[in-house]
Protein backbone atom coordinates (compact mmCIF):
# COMPACT_ATOMS: atom_id res chain seq x y z
CA UNK A 1 0.00 0.00 0.00
CA UNK A 2 1.24 3.27 -0.70
CA UNK A 3 2.43 5.51 2.01
CA UNK A 4 -0.25 8.47 1.14
CA UNK A 5 -2.81 5.58 1.84
CA UNK A 6 -2.79 6.08 5.52
CA UNK A 7 -1.59 8.71 7.79
CA UNK A 8 1.15 8.35 10.08
CA UNK A 9 1.86 9.88 12.95
CA UNK A 10 5.37 10.64 14.58
CA UNK A 11 5.42 8.16 16.93
CA UNK A 12 5.44 5.57 13.92
CA UNK A 13 2.20 4.66 14.63
CA UNK A 14 -0.60 4.27 11.70
CA UNK A 15 -3.85 6.35 11.70
CA UNK A 16 -6.85 4.04 11.05
CA UNK A 17 -8.18 5.02 7.92
CA UNK A 18 -10.06 3.78 5.20
CA UNK A 19 -8.41 3.54 2.15
CA UNK A 20 -9.51 4.10 -1.33
CA UNK A 21 -12.33 4.26 -2.81
CA UNK A 22 -13.60 5.21 0.59
CA UNK A 23 -11.18 7.76 1.43
CA UNK A 24 -14.00 10.03 0.55
CA UNK A 25 -15.31 9.56 4.23
CA UNK A 26 -11.84 8.56 5.78
CA UNK A 27 -12.21 9.32 9.54
CA UNK A 28 -12.55 6.05 11.48
CA UNK A 29 -15.22 6.16 14.31
CA UNK A 30 -15.15 3.77 17.34
CA UNK A 31 -17.51 1.38 15.37
CA UNK A 32 -14.93 1.40 12.50
CA UNK A 33 -11.89 1.00 14.73
CA UNK A 34 -13.47 -2.27 16.47
CA UNK A 35 -13.77 -3.62 13.14
CA UNK A 36 -10.38 -3.21 11.80
CA UNK A 37 -9.49 -4.51 15.35
CA UNK A 38 -11.21 -7.49 14.85
CA UNK A 39 -9.75 -8.13 11.34
CA UNK A 40 -6.39 -7.71 13.26
CA UNK A 41 -7.67 -10.55 15.82
CA UNK A 42 -8.87 -12.60 13.28
CA UNK A 43 -5.95 -12.36 10.98
CA UNK A 44 -3.36 -13.51 13.73
CA UNK A 45 -6.02 -16.12 14.92
CA UNK A 46 -6.10 -17.57 11.15
CA UNK A 47 -2.01 -17.19 11.09
CA UNK A 48 -1.55 -19.49 13.86
CA UNK A 49 -4.41 -21.82 12.94
CA UNK A 50 -3.22 -22.58 9.08
CA UNK A 51 0.60 -20.32 8.72
CA UNK A 52 0.49 -16.98 7.06
CA UNK A 53 1.03 -18.78 3.48
CA UNK A 54 -1.65 -21.23 4.00
CA UNK A 55 -4.43 -18.47 5.43
CA UNK A 56 -6.87 -16.86 2.78
CA UNK A 57 -8.89 -13.48 3.53
CA UNK A 58 -12.18 -15.94 3.34
CA UNK A 59 -10.40 -17.20 6.26
CA UNK A 60 -10.10 -13.90 8.16
CA UNK A 61 -13.30 -12.45 7.71
CA UNK A 62 -15.08 -15.38 8.71
CA UNK A 63 -13.38 -15.73 11.64
CA UNK A 64 -13.82 -11.06 11.82
CA UNK A 65 -17.48 -11.95 11.40
CA UNK A 66 -17.28 -9.39 8.79
CA UNK A 67 -17.50 -9.03 4.72
CA UNK A 68 -14.72 -8.64 2.47
CA UNK A 69 -15.95 -4.98 1.71
CA UNK A 70 -15.26 -4.07 5.35
CA UNK A 71 -12.13 -5.93 5.00
CA UNK A 72 -10.82 -4.02 1.86
CA UNK A 73 -11.94 -0.44 3.59
CA UNK A 74 -8.73 -1.25 5.73
CA UNK A 75 -6.38 -3.53 4.05
CA UNK A 76 -5.22 -3.99 0.68
CA UNK A 77 -4.50 -7.74 0.79
CA UNK A 78 -3.47 -10.33 3.28
CA UNK A 79 -0.13 -9.16 2.97
CA UNK A 80 -1.03 -5.85 3.92
CA UNK A 81 -2.66 -7.32 7.37
CA UNK A 82 0.32 -8.91 7.85
CA UNK A 83 2.87 -5.56 7.39
CA UNK A 84 0.43 -3.74 10.34
CA UNK A 85 0.44 -6.48 12.64
CA UNK A 86 4.53 -7.17 11.99
CA UNK A 87 4.49 -3.22 12.40
CA UNK A 88 3.49 -3.43 15.94
CA UNK A 89 5.41 -6.14 16.77
CA UNK A 90 8.30 -3.78 15.89
CA UNK A 91 6.78 -0.65 17.73
CA UNK A 92 6.44 -2.65 20.99
CA UNK A 93 9.43 -4.20 20.45
CA UNK A 94 11.45 -1.27 20.36
CA UNK A 95 9.58 0.92 23.27
CA UNK A 96 10.07 -2.12 25.19
CA UNK A 97 13.86 -2.08 24.80
CA UNK A 98 14.26 1.82 24.93
CA UNK A 99 12.16 1.49 28.78
CA UNK A 100 15.14 -1.31 29.73
CA UNK A 101 16.74 0.32 32.40
CA UNK A 102 20.93 0.17 32.36
CA UNK A 103 21.72 -3.17 31.77
CA UNK A 104 24.77 -3.54 34.97
CA UNK A 105 26.16 -6.75 36.38
CA UNK A 106 24.40 -5.83 40.08
CA UNK A 107 20.91 -7.07 41.17
CA UNK A 108 19.46 -3.95 39.72
CA UNK A 109 21.06 -4.57 36.13
CA UNK A 110 18.99 -7.99 37.00
CA UNK A 111 16.25 -6.60 37.50
CA UNK A 112 16.04 -4.53 34.63
CA UNK A 113 16.72 -7.72 32.14
CA UNK A 114 13.98 -9.98 33.76
CA UNK A 115 11.09 -6.62 33.20
CA UNK A 116 12.41 -6.79 29.64
CA UNK A 117 12.22 -10.66 29.30
CA UNK A 118 8.93 -10.66 31.11
CA UNK A 119 7.66 -7.71 28.10
CA UNK A 120 9.25 -9.64 25.58
CA UNK A 121 7.18 -13.04 26.65
CA UNK A 122 4.16 -10.97 26.80
CA UNK A 123 4.52 -9.73 23.11
CA UNK A 124 5.56 -12.87 22.04
CA UNK A 125 2.36 -14.93 23.50
CA UNK A 126 0.26 -11.79 21.82
CA UNK A 127 1.82 -12.40 18.11
CA UNK A 128 3.19 -15.35 17.97
CA UNK A 129 2.29 -16.21 14.56
CA UNK A 130 4.00 -13.09 13.34
CA UNK A 131 7.20 -14.88 15.14
CA UNK A 132 6.39 -17.86 13.18
CA UNK A 133 6.45 -16.15 10.14
CA UNK A 134 9.18 -14.55 10.14
CA UNK A 135 11.55 -17.86 10.83
CA UNK A 136 9.66 -19.48 7.81
CA UNK A 137 9.34 -16.85 5.36
CA UNK A 138 12.94 -15.76 3.41
CA UNK A 139 11.33 -12.63 2.59
CA UNK A 140 9.05 -11.80 5.96
CA UNK A 141 13.08 -13.31 7.30
CA UNK A 142 14.75 -9.80 6.21
CA UNK A 143 11.75 -7.82 7.64
CA UNK A 144 12.74 -9.82 10.92
CA UNK A 145 16.51 -9.09 10.65
CA UNK A 146 15.90 -5.53 10.39
CA UNK A 147 13.92 -5.44 13.91
CA UNK A 148 16.04 -7.77 15.32
CA UNK A 149 19.14 -5.46 13.86
CA UNK A 150 17.60 -2.83 15.68
CA UNK A 151 16.70 -4.64 19.02
CA UNK A 152 20.18 -5.69 19.31
CA UNK A 153 21.68 -1.84 18.86
CA UNK A 154 19.45 -0.66 21.63
CA UNK A 155 20.13 -3.76 24.05
CA UNK A 156 24.30 -2.82 22.97
CA UNK A 157 23.84 0.50 24.08
CA UNK A 158 22.09 -0.14 27.51
CA UNK A 159 25.06 -2.45 28.58
CA UNK A 160 27.06 -0.33 30.96
CA UNK A 161 30.02 -2.72 31.12
CA UNK A 162 30.75 -6.54 29.66
CA UNK A 163 34.19 -8.51 28.98
CA UNK A 164 32.89 -9.64 25.71
CA UNK A 165 35.06 -7.50 23.21
CA UNK A 166 33.20 -5.79 20.74
CA UNK A 167 33.44 -7.96 17.26
CA UNK A 168 31.81 -10.86 19.69
CA UNK A 169 29.30 -8.93 21.43
CA UNK A 170 27.00 -8.50 18.67
CA UNK A 171 27.08 -11.87 17.57
CA UNK A 172 26.08 -13.12 21.16
CA UNK A 173 23.07 -11.28 21.41
CA UNK A 174 21.71 -12.26 18.27
CA UNK A 175 21.73 -15.76 19.25
CA UNK A 176 20.64 -15.17 22.51
CA UNK A 177 17.53 -13.05 20.96
CA UNK A 178 16.96 -16.19 18.80
CA UNK A 179 17.60 -18.40 21.73
CA UNK A 180 15.06 -16.59 23.39
CA UNK A 181 11.99 -16.87 20.86
CA UNK A 182 12.65 -20.64 20.87
CA UNK A 183 13.27 -21.35 24.83
CA UNK A 184 9.64 -19.56 24.76
CA UNK A 185 8.15 -21.48 21.98
CA UNK A 186 9.79 -25.33 23.66
CA UNK A 187 8.58 -24.17 27.27
CA UNK A 188 5.06 -23.50 25.54
CA UNK A 189 5.31 -27.41 24.20
CA UNK A 190 6.07 -28.66 27.44
CA UNK A 191 3.63 -26.84 28.96
CA UNK A 192 0.76 -28.00 27.09
CA UNK A 193 1.02 -31.34 28.37
CA UNK A 194 2.71 -30.21 31.65
CA UNK A 195 1.30 -26.79 32.81
CA UNK A 196 1.84 -27.20 36.35
CA UNK A 197 5.78 -27.73 35.54
CA UNK A 198 6.88 -24.49 33.54
CA UNK A 199 4.98 -21.62 35.14
CA UNK A 200 6.20 -18.56 33.24
CA UNK A 201 8.01 -16.85 36.19
CA UNK A 202 10.17 -20.12 36.31
CA UNK A 203 10.99 -19.93 32.54
CA UNK A 204 11.34 -16.60 32.77
CA UNK A 205 13.30 -16.54 35.79
CA UNK A 206 15.64 -19.10 33.96
CA UNK A 207 16.48 -17.39 30.38
CA UNK A 208 17.15 -14.34 32.68
CA UNK A 209 19.69 -15.94 34.65
CA UNK A 210 21.23 -17.26 31.32
CA UNK A 211 21.29 -13.74 29.59
CA UNK A 212 22.99 -12.17 32.41
CA UNK A 213 25.53 -14.21 33.46
CA UNK A 214 26.50 -14.70 29.77
CA UNK A 215 27.23 -10.92 29.87
CA UNK A 216 28.56 -11.03 33.27
CA UNK A 217 29.43 -13.60 34.11
CA UNK A 218 28.21 -16.05 37.45
CA UNK A 219 27.46 -13.53 40.51
CA UNK A 220 26.23 -16.04 43.25
CA UNK A 221 23.41 -13.74 44.34
CA UNK A 222 22.45 -11.65 41.52
CA UNK A 223 22.08 -14.24 38.95
CA UNK A 224 21.82 -17.82 40.34
CA UNK A 225 18.17 -18.50 41.01
CA UNK A 226 17.82 -22.36 43.09
CA UNK A 227 14.97 -24.10 41.85
CA UNK A 228 12.21 -22.60 42.36
CA UNK A 229 9.63 -25.62 42.57
CA UNK A 230 9.72 -29.77 42.01
CA UNK A 231 11.16 -31.29 39.29
CA UNK A 232 9.14 -31.25 35.64
CA UNK A 233 7.51 -34.43 35.55
CA UNK A 234 8.67 -37.10 32.72
CA UNK A 235 6.84 -37.41 30.16
CA UNK A 236 5.99 -40.55 28.33
CA UNK A 237 6.36 -41.44 24.53
CA UNK A 238 2.96 -42.35 23.42
CA UNK A 239 2.70 -45.99 21.92
CA UNK A 240 2.39 -44.79 18.52
CA UNK A 241 5.27 -41.99 19.17
CA UNK A 242 7.52 -44.80 20.84
CA UNK A 243 6.98 -46.62 17.42
CA UNK A 244 8.41 -44.59 15.29
CA UNK A 245 10.74 -43.16 17.06
CA UNK A 246 12.47 -46.77 17.13
CA UNK A 247 11.89 -47.11 13.64
CA UNK A 248 10.47 -46.50 10.51
CA UNK A 249 8.35 -49.82 10.85
CA UNK A 250 7.55 -51.19 7.22
CA UNK A 251 10.21 -48.54 5.69
CA UNK A 252 13.39 -50.00 7.17
CA UNK A 253 15.40 -51.86 5.08
CA UNK A 254 13.21 -51.26 2.15
CA UNK A 255 13.97 -47.54 0.56
CA UNK A 256 17.79 -48.35 -0.28
CA UNK A 257 15.88 -50.69 -3.24
CA UNK A 258 13.59 -48.52 -3.90
CA UNK A 259 13.89 -45.81 -6.20
CA UNK A 260 10.87 -43.73 -5.43
CA UNK A 261 10.78 -44.15 -1.29
CA UNK A 262 14.76 -43.38 -1.69
CA UNK A 263 13.85 -40.37 -3.79
CA UNK A 264 11.21 -39.27 -1.22
CA UNK A 265 12.98 -39.51 1.92
CA UNK A 266 15.90 -37.93 0.24
CA UNK A 267 14.02 -34.57 -1.23
CA UNK A 268 11.01 -34.37 1.07
CA UNK A 269 13.10 -32.94 4.38
CA UNK A 270 14.57 -30.25 1.69
CA UNK A 271 10.79 -29.29 0.78
CA UNK A 272 9.95 -28.65 4.37
CA UNK A 273 12.33 -27.09 5.18
CA UNK A 274 12.40 -24.67 2.76
CA UNK A 275 8.61 -24.44 2.58
CA UNK A 276 7.53 -25.04 5.88
CA UNK A 277 4.90 -27.72 7.43
CA UNK A 278 2.21 -25.73 6.90
CA UNK A 279 3.07 -24.75 3.10
CA UNK A 280 3.87 -27.99 1.96
CA UNK A 281 1.97 -29.82 -0.30
CA UNK A 282 2.11 -33.71 -1.79
CA UNK A 283 2.19 -31.90 -4.68
CA UNK A 284 5.05 -29.96 -3.73
CA UNK A 285 6.44 -33.25 -2.27
CA UNK A 286 5.62 -35.61 -5.50
CA UNK A 287 7.57 -32.70 -7.74
CA UNK A 288 10.53 -32.34 -5.81
CA UNK A 289 10.95 -36.69 -5.75
CA UNK A 290 10.18 -37.06 -9.50
CA UNK A 291 7.30 -39.83 -8.77
CA UNK A 292 3.79 -40.02 -9.37
CA UNK A 293 1.01 -39.25 -6.51
CA UNK A 294 0.08 -43.38 -6.43
CA UNK A 295 4.21 -43.53 -5.67
CA UNK A 296 3.58 -41.38 -2.71
CA UNK A 297 0.51 -42.85 -1.07
CA UNK A 298 1.93 -46.48 -1.80
CA UNK A 299 4.21 -45.39 1.61
CA UNK A 300 2.71 -42.27 3.65
CA UNK A 301 -1.07 -41.31 3.57
CA UNK A 302 -0.82 -37.92 3.72
CA UNK A 303 2.40 -35.50 4.30
CA UNK A 304 2.31 -35.57 8.17
CA UNK A 305 3.24 -39.34 7.79
CA UNK A 306 6.19 -37.95 5.80
CA UNK A 307 7.07 -35.35 8.07
CA UNK A 308 6.67 -37.74 10.95
CA UNK A 309 9.20 -40.09 9.38
CA UNK A 310 11.44 -37.51 8.89
CA UNK A 311 11.19 -36.28 12.41
CA UNK A 312 11.93 -39.55 13.94
CA UNK A 313 15.13 -40.01 11.66
CA UNK A 314 16.11 -36.40 12.82
CA UNK A 315 15.32 -37.01 16.13
CA UNK A 316 17.65 -40.21 16.60
CA UNK A 317 20.05 -38.51 14.69
CA UNK A 318 20.36 -35.87 16.92
CA UNK A 319 20.04 -37.23 20.18
CA UNK A 320 22.99 -39.22 19.53
CA UNK A 321 25.20 -36.73 19.26
CA UNK A 322 23.45 -34.97 21.76
CA UNK A 323 24.66 -37.88 24.32
CA UNK A 324 28.24 -37.32 22.84
CA UNK A 325 28.74 -33.64 24.45
CA UNK A 326 31.63 -33.54 26.15
CA UNK A 327 32.09 -32.89 29.99
CA UNK A 328 33.45 -29.91 30.32
CA UNK A 329 32.14 -28.36 33.69
CA UNK A 330 35.84 -29.59 34.86
CA UNK A 331 39.30 -29.26 33.40
CA UNK A 332 41.71 -27.43 32.22
CA UNK A 333 40.45 -23.88 30.63
CA UNK A 334 42.31 -24.35 27.40
CA UNK A 335 41.24 -28.22 27.09
CA UNK A 336 37.26 -27.19 27.77
CA UNK A 337 37.37 -24.36 25.20
CA UNK A 338 38.58 -26.96 22.35
CA UNK A 339 36.94 -29.82 23.04
CA UNK A 340 33.71 -27.60 23.54
CA UNK A 341 34.27 -25.82 20.11
CA UNK A 342 35.32 -29.35 18.31
CA UNK A 343 31.92 -30.99 19.36
CA UNK A 344 30.10 -27.54 18.04
CA UNK A 345 31.63 -27.62 14.66
CA UNK A 346 31.06 -31.74 14.74
CA UNK A 347 26.97 -31.45 15.63
CA UNK A 348 26.37 -28.28 13.26
CA UNK A 349 28.55 -30.43 10.36
CA UNK A 350 26.50 -33.51 10.73
CA UNK A 351 23.31 -32.15 12.00
CA UNK A 352 22.18 -28.94 10.59
CA UNK A 353 19.86 -30.47 7.95
CA UNK A 354 18.26 -33.05 10.62
CA UNK A 355 18.02 -29.89 13.53
CA UNK A 356 16.40 -27.88 11.00
CA UNK A 357 13.65 -30.47 9.91
CA UNK A 358 13.19 -30.57 13.83
CA UNK A 359 12.75 -27.15 13.88
CA UNK A 360 9.81 -27.62 10.97
CA UNK A 361 8.22 -29.90 13.23
CA UNK A 362 8.04 -27.79 16.28
CA UNK A 363 6.71 -25.30 14.42
CA UNK A 364 4.27 -27.41 13.02
CA UNK A 365 3.28 -28.26 16.89
CA UNK A 366 2.81 -24.84 17.79
CA UNK A 367 -0.21 -24.52 15.36
CA UNK A 368 -1.31 -27.96 15.77
CA UNK A 369 -2.46 -29.48 19.06
CA UNK A 370 -2.08 -32.76 18.42
CA UNK A 371 1.24 -32.11 17.05
CA UNK A 372 2.04 -30.42 20.03
CA UNK A 373 1.21 -33.82 22.69
CA UNK A 374 3.51 -35.79 20.05
CA UNK A 375 6.32 -32.86 20.45
CA UNK A 376 6.35 -32.76 23.79
CA UNK A 377 7.87 -35.78 25.01
CA UNK A 378 10.96 -35.73 22.96
CA UNK A 379 11.44 -32.44 23.73
CA UNK A 380 11.17 -33.34 27.59
CA UNK A 381 13.80 -36.33 26.39
CA UNK A 382 16.37 -33.45 25.15
CA UNK A 383 15.58 -31.55 28.53
CA UNK A 384 16.50 -34.36 30.78
CA UNK A 385 19.60 -34.86 29.11
CA UNK A 386 21.03 -31.45 29.32
CA UNK A 387 19.45 -31.39 32.92
CA UNK A 388 21.68 -34.21 33.61
CA UNK A 389 24.51 -32.13 31.93
CA UNK A 390 24.37 -29.26 33.67
CA UNK A 391 23.93 -30.22 37.20
CA UNK A 392 27.44 -31.20 38.15
CA UNK A 393 28.36 -27.67 37.97
CA UNK A 394 26.37 -27.19 41.37
CA UNK A 395 24.29 -24.00 41.12
CA UNK A 396 21.02 -22.97 39.54
CA UNK A 397 17.97 -24.14 38.56
CA UNK A 398 19.16 -27.13 36.05
CA UNK A 399 15.86 -28.47 34.67
CA UNK A 400 14.61 -25.00 33.61
CA UNK A 401 17.62 -23.81 32.26
CA UNK A 402 18.04 -26.90 30.29
CA UNK A 403 15.30 -25.60 28.41
CA UNK A 404 17.64 -23.16 27.30
CA UNK A 405 20.03 -24.86 26.19
CA UNK A 406 17.69 -27.40 24.50
CA UNK A 407 16.65 -24.04 23.11
CA UNK A 408 20.11 -23.12 22.03
CA UNK A 409 20.99 -26.32 20.20
CA UNK A 410 18.04 -25.88 18.43
CA UNK A 411 18.57 -22.33 16.32
CA UNK A 412 21.62 -23.29 16.34
CA UNK A 413 22.13 -26.14 14.56
CA UNK A 414 18.94 -25.19 11.93
CA UNK A 415 20.94 -23.47 9.93
CA UNK A 416 24.48 -22.89 8.50
CA UNK A 417 26.43 -21.36 10.55
CA UNK A 418 29.24 -19.19 10.58
CA UNK A 419 32.66 -19.37 12.45
CA UNK A 420 31.92 -16.25 14.62
CA UNK A 421 28.47 -18.44 15.52
CA UNK A 422 30.23 -21.19 16.75
CA UNK A 423 32.61 -18.86 18.91
CA UNK A 424 29.34 -17.26 20.14
CA UNK A 425 27.47 -20.09 21.18
CA UNK A 426 30.16 -21.86 22.90
CA UNK A 427 30.23 -18.47 24.68
CA UNK A 428 26.98 -18.66 26.07
CA UNK A 429 27.67 -22.64 26.94
CA UNK A 430 30.47 -21.86 28.93
CA UNK A 431 29.49 -18.18 30.49
CA UNK A 432 25.87 -18.57 30.39
CA UNK A 433 24.97 -22.35 31.30
CA UNK A 434 27.91 -23.77 32.71
CA UNK A 435 29.19 -20.53 34.71
CA UNK A 436 32.90 -21.03 33.83
Known amino acids: MADDERDRRLDGAVA ?3 RAPFSDNPQVGARGQRTQQRILDAALRAFGEEGYHACSIDRITKLARCSRVSFYQYFSSKEDVFRYLAGQVDRQLSASTEALDPLT ?8 MRAW ?29 RTGDQTIARLRAKLVTTKLPPRQLDPVIRLLLQCLNHSLDVAGILRSVAPADYPNDRVEDAITDVLHRTLF ?58 RGYHNTRVDDLVAAAGISHGAFYRYFRNKEE ?29 AVKGTLRRWLRRYHAAQASEAAMMRVWVDAALQDPALRAESAPPLDWGRRRMSRYL ?15 VALLGVFGARERPAVDIEATAHIIERGLLGR
Open 105 to 112: ADVEGWAA
Open 117 to 145: VARYAEIYARYEPVFHAYETDEVLAAVAA
Open 391 to 405: RPRGFGEADMEAVVM
Open 306 to 334: LARTLTARALRSIGTTLLQIPDVVVGAES
Open 16 to 18: VVR
Open 217 to 274: GVRANVNVHETGGSPPRRLEFSPAVREWLQGDGALEGNDSGNRALTALLASGRDVFIT
